[in-house]
Antibody, heavy 126, light 107 residues
Framework: QVQLVQSGAEVKKPGASVKVSCKAS????????MHWVRQAPGQGLEWMGI????????SYAQKFQGRITMARDTSTSTVYMELSSLRSEDTAVYYC???????????????????WGQGSLVTVSS | DIQMTQSPSSLSAAVGDRVTITCRAS??????LNWYQQKPGTAPKVLIY???NLQSGVPSRFSGSGSGTDFTLTISSLQPEDFGTYYC?????????FGPGTKVDIK
């Protein structure tokens, strides 16, 4: 079945970096855009960025520009998200999600997040 | 960036009730609007995509409507398993943005 399996929980000190992985299975990984979304404890969902199917183009939320890097490895069907200069406010569950897309009438290409990985908790604490 | 708002922020309803959640975008997003359900400790799950299209496997009691800036998610007959937080999300432009969520409790 279509599945995204993420790496485990991490505890990092302020100023450090974290790299979260997301391994895909059950679909043609090289055909899909992939997103990263995070959720701070008790808070809503925050989009972080997107990487294209070939991995040579990314788009990041302005908030993370300069601190975030997304990459992908087609040989292992894995996408990565690295966040640097961590601070306590970066404590959150980080999710990868596939960009599901469909062409609809009127030339519209609808896209949504499906499926999602199980989430990776990153705790930033001194 | 497109701002998304939702109302109400929370609600409590009885099994069998009809529940409506509204979502508003700060500018027209035509029908580029998705709805997700999230239960505690789990990843969100898509319910509706492109404003009114039911995701495969999602019960037919869920429906979505709207276009432009105003959208609605309706649960026609609330079931015990429908508790959780519901989020709208626009896919009209980058950055993708979510509404703040509506928490649904079962009375």
């Amino acid at each position: 079945q279509v599945q995204l399996v993420q790496s485990g929980a991490e505890v990092k000190k302020p100023g450090a970096s974290v790299k979260v992985s997301c391994k895909a299975s059950g679909f043609t990984f090289s055909s899909y855009y992939m997103h990263w979304v995070r959720q701070a404890p008790g808070q809503g969902l925050e989009w972080m960025g997107i990487i294209n199917p070939t991995g040579d183009s990314t788009s990041y939320a302005q908030k993370f520009q300069g601190r975030i890097t997304m990459a992908r490895d087609t040989s292992t069907s894995t996408v990565y998200m690295e966040l640097s200069s961590l601070r306590s406010e970066d404590t959150a569950v980080y999710y990868c999600a596939r960009a599901a897309r469909i062409s609809m009438s009127g030339g519209i290409i609808a896209d949504w997040f499906d499926p999602w990985g199980q989430g990776s908790l990153v705790t930033v604490s001194s | 960036d497109i701002q998304m708002t939702q109302s109400p922020s929370s609600l409590s309803a009885a099994v069998g009730d009809r529940v409506t959640i509204t979502c508003r975008a700060s500018q027209s997003i035509t029908t580029y609007l998705n709805w997700y359900q999230q239960k505690p400790g789990t990843a969100p799950k898509v319910l509706i995509y492109a404003a009114s299209n039911l995701q495969s496997g999602v019960p037919s009691r869920f429906s979505g409507s709207g276009s432009g800036t105003d959208f609605t998610l309706t649960i026609s007959s609330l079931q015990p398993e429908d508790f959780g937080t519901y989020y709208c999300q626009q896919s009209y432009s980058t950055p993708r943005t979510f509404g703040p969520g509506t928490k649904v409790d079962i009375k």
